[in-house]
Structure formats: structure tokens, C-alpha cells
Antibody
Framework: QVQLQESGPGLVQPSQTVSLTCSVS??????????WSWIRQPAGKALEWIGR???????NYNPSLNSRLTISLDTSKRQFSLKLSSVTAADTAVYYC???????????WGQGTLVTVSS | DIQLTQSPSFLSASVGDRVTVTCRAS??????LAWYRQKPGKAPELLIS???TLQSGVPSRFSGSGSGTEFTLTISSLQPEDFVTYYC?????????FGQGTRLEIK
């Protein structure tokens, strides 16, 4: 059974870059059948898809974040990562990593990690 | 972007009730729609894919239907653990989008 686990700083200062990593265990991160996504959720609000990467390194980003976002994949470490630059309080949210398949149905999720942007 | 509008946003019901949640897309998405259940403090759980395919392990009281721009999630007999929040998601085109959520509350 695949398991995903997010890690990263809980607190980030405004205008800085937040870096999060998702570690994958229990299955191959290199399979062509899967896509690796980031999704976030501000407290009490709806889910927002951030972007995804496939095993070839091809990415799709949410246009609302595109200019500040980088998602990368490290198959040797069984990890994929998110970097979001120039953060503001509006980026405060629980960030989830997820595995998509059959397109982008999210069958497997990490437990989520809270990122707070504050000075 | 394709906007998904769920109705209602809040639904008050009792254990044993049959309820229906609607998800309307701003443009046609064929059957590229999923439903998730999210318990407080937890990641969402995929219930239904391709508008009506029940995922393994999901109770049969859940069902989905629809195509194009209008979709429904029906729970035939509410159980206590069902009083949480539900989201629809479209994957017809990028960016992937979610509805605003429907919160089920115990009456």
C-alpha cells in the first residue's frame, strides 16, 4: 500500500520561499501510471489544486500560482517537492501531496502539513 | 478555469435520511468528475470516480450520477460517520478544480 508523507517548515516569513517534500513509500515513484500532485486547503476553506508532475518530469501548474511555483521529482530519493516563492498570508494552508491515477483521481494522500506565513 | 458549484453548501439531516448533493460545472466535463469525503483534520478520501464508479471499500449507500455539467452524489441512508464535508473535483481540463464543499450536519 503506497504511503505519502509531507515534510517542511511549519512557519515561513512573508516574501520568502516555502519548500515542501513528499516522501513516497510502499510503491514505485517511477511508474508511468501515476501523477504526483500538490493540493492545499486554507483553514475552513475548499481544496485548491496546486500542480502536478509525472515520471518524465513534465509538469502542469495552476495558473494562479504558475509564476511562483516549481514542482520537481527525485526518483532516487523517492520524493517529489514543491517550492513556492514570494509567499504571503494568503498562502497559509494545509498542504497535501497526493498520487493521481486514471487521469488525476487522487486515490492516495499524505496526512497534510500546515504552513503558516507570518513574521 | 472550470468552476464547480456545489449545492447546497450546508445540509442538515438525520441518521437514516436519504440526501443528494449536486455539483454543477461551468462547462461540459463529460464524466470526468470525482467525489471525496473529508473528515475533520484528515485528508480527503476518494469515494467515486468517473461520475459513478464506486471505489473499493466505499459503502454501497453512496452513489453518483450525471454527465456534462450536472452531477449528483446520493447517500441512501445516512450513518453517523457521514456527517462530514464532501467535495466534487473535475479532471476534464487543467487546472484541476474542486467544488466549494458541502457540509452535512446532524439535525
Amino acid at each position: 500500500q503506497v504511503q505519502l508523507q509531507e515534510s517542511g517548515p511549519g512557519l515561513v516569513q512573508p516574501s520568502q520561499t516555502v519548500s515542501l517534500t513528499c516522501s513516497v513509500s510502499g510503491d514505485s515513484i517511477s511508474s508511468d501510471n501515476y501523477y504526483w500532485s500538490w493540493i492545499r486547503q486554507p483553514a475552513g476553506k475548499a481544496l485548491e489544486w496546486i500542480g502536478r508532475i509525472d515520471t518524465s518530469g513534465s509538469t502542469n501548474y495552476n495558473p494562479s500560482l504558475n509564476s511562483r511555483l516549481t514542482i520537481s521529482l527525485d526518483t532516487s530519493k523517492r520524493q517529489f517537492s514543491l517550492k513556492l516563492s514570494s509567499v504571503t498570508a494568503a498562502d497559509t494552508a494545509v498542504y497535501y501531496c497526493a498520487r493521481g491515477s486514471g487521469g488525476s483521481y487522487f486515490f492516495h494522500w499524505g496526512q497534510g502539513t500546515l504552513v503558516t506565513v507570518s513574521s | 478555469d472550470i468552476q464547480l458549484t456545489q449545492s447546497p453548501s450546508f445540509l442538515s439531516a438525520s441518521v437514516g435520511d436519504r440526501v443528494t448533493v449536486t455539483c454543477r460545472a461551468s462547462q461540459g466535463i463529460s464524466r470526468y468528475l470525482a467525489w471525496y469525503r473529508q473528515k475533520p483534520g484528515k485528508a480527503p478520501e476518494l469515494l467515486i470516480s468517473a461520475a459513478s464508479t464506486l471505489q473499493s471499500g466505499v459503502p454501497s449507500r453512496f452513489s453518483g450520477s450525471g454527465s456534462g455539467t450536472e452531477f449528483t452524489l446520493t447517500i441512501s441512508s445516512l450513518q453517523p460517520e457521514d456527517f462530514v464535508t464532501y467535495y466534487c473535483q473535475q479532471l476534464n481540463s487543467y487546472p484541476i478544480t474542486f467544488g466549494q464543499g458541502t457540509r452535512l450536519e446532524i439535525k
